[in-house]
């Protein structure tokens, strides 16, 4: 059982994990470098949990404390119990749902050990903004997408406001960062994969005419809001392909992009 501990000092060294949530780029420097990640929620603590990561530490504010009753009750991990406004102040924000865990990340697979068994595979080219992140994974996870893999610049699937967003789906789908961009797609077309960029450009192929439904093993490759797919991802494609537009719209937000592409690559595939 964990130990219930009262704290009522911002600047308290137990709480090192929850500091600055709000600082970017210091988090993205931190938490990676320490190992570990924050969920938010507890939906997403309860996920997190249950996709095998251990947890550091909890902070709760008093009313969350018998809604996480249960998960304090199987917990090594010390819990600490503090106002709302102490967390606000720790955190630099209103947490609204008044649960954070620090959790414990894992080693991730490499690109081959995630290629050797999957079929149908999303491929992120320098996707930073966490919000895209976060609704493509929740994405893939719900459309049934076997992997994702990310190019070496591409943010931190679990940086707080991806996993967020993707309600905990970031647990659910494996992932692993290439070695080197666009030279890492090497290791995707050696393991079988049909190589499709999804781009707006006119002489894109419409996606449903390739029946990518059909093929054997597919990596659809996504890229930057705005930007798009970059030309040496282009070049490096066996075909690109488009989702048709109506009424004068000329794209799609990448998130909303990668749900109409993934239910086209993965449509007729049974689901877990």
């Not at 911002?10 to 988090?27: C, I, M, N, Q, S």
């Not at 603590?45 to 504010?61: E, F, H, K, P, V």
């Not at 009424?247 to 937000?253: E, I, K, R, T, Y």
Request: with cysteine.
């Amino acid at each position: 059982m964990a130990d219930l501990i009262t704290i009522d000092d911002p600047d308290d060294p137990r709480l090192h994990d929850y500091t600055g949530l709000t600082d970017v780029e210091l988090r993205r420097r931190r938490e990676p470098a320490e190992g570990l990640f924050i969920a938010e929620g507890e939906k997403v603590i309860r996920r997190a949990r249950d996709a095998g990561y251990a947890m550091r530490s909890m902070l709760l504010s008093a009313k969350w404390v018998d809604v996480m009753r249960d998960v304090i009750d199987e917990l090594p991990a010390p819990v600490y119990a503090v106002s709302p406004e102490l967390a606000e102040r720790v955190t630099g924000y209103h947490v609204h749902r008044g649960a954070l865990a620090s959790m414990q990340r894992k080693i991730l697979p490499t690109a081959t050990e995630l290629l050797g068994t999957a079929r149908r595979v999303a491929i992120m080219e320098s996707v930073n903004d966490h919000t895209n992140i976060g609704a493509i994974f929740r994405s893939a996870a719900a459309l049934g997408m076997d992997a994702v893999l990310l190019s070496p610049d591409c943010a931190d699937p679990l940086y707080r406001r991806s996993v967020k967003v993707s309600m905990g789906a970031v647990f659910s789908v494996p992932y692993a960062r290439l070695d080197g961009w666009p030279k890492g797609l090497d290791a995707v077309r050696e393991a079988g994969f049909t190589l499709l960029a999804l781009t707006p450009r006119e002489k894109a192929t419409v996606i449903d005419a390739v029946a990518p439904h059909r093929m054997d093993r597919v990596a659809l490759m996504l890229g930057a809001e705005g930007e798009g797919l970059s030309n040496q991802a282009l070049r490096a494609a066996d075909d690109w392909v488009r989702i048709p537009m109506a009424h004068g719209v000329d794209s799609l937000n990448v998130g909303a992009a990668a749900a109409v592409a993934f239910y086209a690559v993965t449509a007729g595939r049974p689901q877990s």
